[in-house]
C-alpha cells in the first residue's frame, strides 16, 4: 500500500450487494423457523412472531395488553421470578405489538438457550395474567398516556391514522383509558388461548448458533399446538375521513405545533411501490432531502422534516412528519407544497439523484452488516409475502430508475388535494 496515494473512492451503487440466504427448517409441529449462522461473538436472537396484533381482537388494546403482561407472571413463577430468570443469564426479553403480528424474542449468549428457551415456552404457554398485574398495569399506562396526550406530537400521530384509515380499523384504532379500564383478565386469557397458545407463529433465529439449535427449538416449541403462518388476513374495510384539512388545539400555552400530511398509498406489492422509495428519498426521506434543505436549513421552521411510507402489510400511507413552531405551522405546509409542485414540473440534476442512489444503497449495506440486520431484512420480506428477488428488483431500480420516471411518478402521487392535513397545537 503507498500511503502516499488517497484510496481510490467508489460510490456506493459500484457495490455488488448480496443477501446472505436463510436456512429454513421445520418443528415436529408444523412451525417454521428461519436462521441465519453468522456473526463471530456468541450471541443470538430468537424471534417468535404470532398472528396475534390488534387486527384479530374484537376489543381495543386487548392484543396490545395481552403481550405486553406475557412476562408479568406464571402458575409457577412471578413477574420478579421471570425478570430475574432473564437477568441472572445476561439476556433480554421483549415483547411488542403490532397491528398484525405480535412479537417475543429472546436476546441471550449462545450457550444459555437451553436454560432461557424453557422460560419463553413457560411465557407463551402459562401466562396467568392475575389481576394485581392487570391493576398496575391499568395504572401505569393511564398515568403515561395523560402525559402524552399534552404532546402535540402524540396526539397528531393518532389522529392522521384514524382520518386516513377510519378509527375502527386497525391501522386507525387509538387507545383510551376507557379502553383499558374496560379490560378483564378473563378478555386476556381467552385472546391468549387463541392467539399464543394455540397460535400462528414463526421463529427467526440468527447470530453464532449452536450446532443444535434445531433440536433446542423442537424441544422447547415443536410439541405446542402452534401452526404455520397461513398468509391469509381477512381483507378490512377502510372508512376515511371526508374531510381532508384539520387544525387542532391541544394546549393553549403551546409554543409549536404538530404538522402531519400523508394520502393512502399501496403496500409493496404495487409495482410503483419501489420506485417511490426513490422518490420519497429525494423529497424528505434522509437529511440531504428536499424538505429537509428547505425547511429546515433554508428557512429554519423546523429542527427535522421527513417523510416516508409506513410499514403495513395491508394498504399503507405515504406520511411527512414535522413540529415547527406555531406561527410558521402553515408557512411550512405551504413549502411542502412547493416542493411537491417542482417535482412534478422539473427533472432532478444527474448529481442530486447520485446522492440519492448512494444514500439508499448505502442504508442497504448498512443493513447487511451483521446476523440481526441479515435476519430483519429477510423478516421484512417474509411477513410481508415476498422473495428474494424483490431485494435484488429493490437494489435494481435503486440503480436504474431515471429522472422523468421519477417525475412522472410525481405527478401520479404527490398531488395535494390527495393528502390530508393536520395540525395539532
Known amino acids: 500500500m503507498n500511503r502516499k496515494e488517497a484510496p481510490i473512492i467508489k460510490d456506493a451503487i459500484e457495490f455488488n450487494l448480496q443477501l446472505k440466504p436463510y436456512r429454513q427448517f421445520i418443528l415436529n409441529n408444523g412451525v417454521p423457523v428461519y436462521s441465519v449462522d453468522a456473526g463471530t461473538q456468541e450471541v443470538v436472537q430468537v424471534e417468535l412472531v404470532f398472528y396475534a396484533g390488534n387486527w384479530f381482537e374484537k376489543q381495543n388494546a386487548i392484543a396490545f395488553v395481552t403481550n405486553k403482561l406475557l412476562k408479568n407472571g406464571t402458575s409457577h413463577k412471578t413477574a420478579f421470578q421471570i425478570n430475574e430468570e432473564f437477568e441472572y443469564y445476561g439476556a433480554f426479553c421483549s415483547r411488542a405489538c403490532y397491528n398484525e403480528t405480535a412479537v417475543v424474542s429472546l436476546s441471550a449468549l449462545s450457550k444459555y438457550l437451553p436454560a432461557l428457551l424453557p422460560v419463553i415456552r413457560e411465557m407463551i404457554t402459562d401466562s396467568v395474567f392475575a389481576d394485581d398485574e392487570l391493576n398496575i398495569f391499568k395504572q401505569n399506562f393511564n398515568q403515561q398516556l395523560r402525559v402524552n396526550l399534552q404532546k402535540c406530537d402524540f396526539v397528531a400521530n393518532r389522529l392522521c391514522d384514524a382520518y386516513l384509515y377510519g378509527k375502527n380499523h386497525p391501522y386507525g384504532t387509538y387507545t383510551e383509558s376507557s379502553d383499558i379500564d374496560a379490560i378483564e383478565s378473563s378478555m386476556l386469557k381467552n385472546f391468549f388461548k387463541d392467539y399464543y397458545i394455540n397460535g400462528q407463529v414463526a421463529i427467526f433465529v440468527c447470530g453464532k448458533l449452536p450446532g443444535n439449535i434445531e433440536q433446542l427449538l423442537n424441544n422447547a416449541f415443536g410439541d405446542l399446538p402452534l401452526r404455520a403462518f397461513d398468509n391469509k388476513l381477512t381483507v378490512l374495510k377502510e372508512t376515511p375521513a371526508t374531510e381532508k384539512k384539520y387544525r387542532i388545539q391541544n394546549d393553549a400555552e403551546a409554543v409549536q405545533g404538530a404538522i402531519r400530511i400523508a394520502r393512502p398509498f399501496p403496500n409493496r406489492h404495487h409495482p410503483d411501490f419501489i420506485k417511490v422509495i426513490v422518490l420519497n428519498a429525494l423529497f424528505g426521506g434522509f437529511f440531504g432531502s428536499r424538505l429537509m434543505s428547505n425547511i429546515r436549513e433554508d428557512k429554519g421552521y423546523t429542527y427535522g422534516i421527513h417523510s416516508y411510507v409506513q410499514n403495513h402489510i395491508q394498504n399503507s400511507a405515504w406520511m411527512i412528519s414535522t ?100 395540525v395539532v397545537i
Open 323 to 422: 413540529e415547527a413552531g406555531k406561527d410558521v405551522c402553515e408557512a411550512t405546509i405551504e413549502e411542502v407544497y412547493k416542493e411537491m409542485k417542482i417535482l412534478r414540473e422539473e427533472l432532478v440534476a444527474e448529481d442530486e439523484l447520485l446522492l440519492v442512489r448512494n444514500y439508499l444503497i448505502g442504508t442497504i449495506l448498512g443493513d447487511l452488516d451483521g446476523p440481526l440486520q441479515i435476519m430483519g431484512r429477510w423478516k421484512n420480506l417474509l411477513l410481508n409475502n415476498l422473495t428474494e428477488d424483490y431485494f435484488y428488483k429493490t437494489i435494481d431500480t435503486i440503480k436504474t430508475i431515471s429522472a422523468e420516471e421519477l417525475r412522472e411518478l410525481a405527478k401520479k402521487y404527490l398531488n395535494p388535494t390527495e393528502f390530508y392535513e393536520l
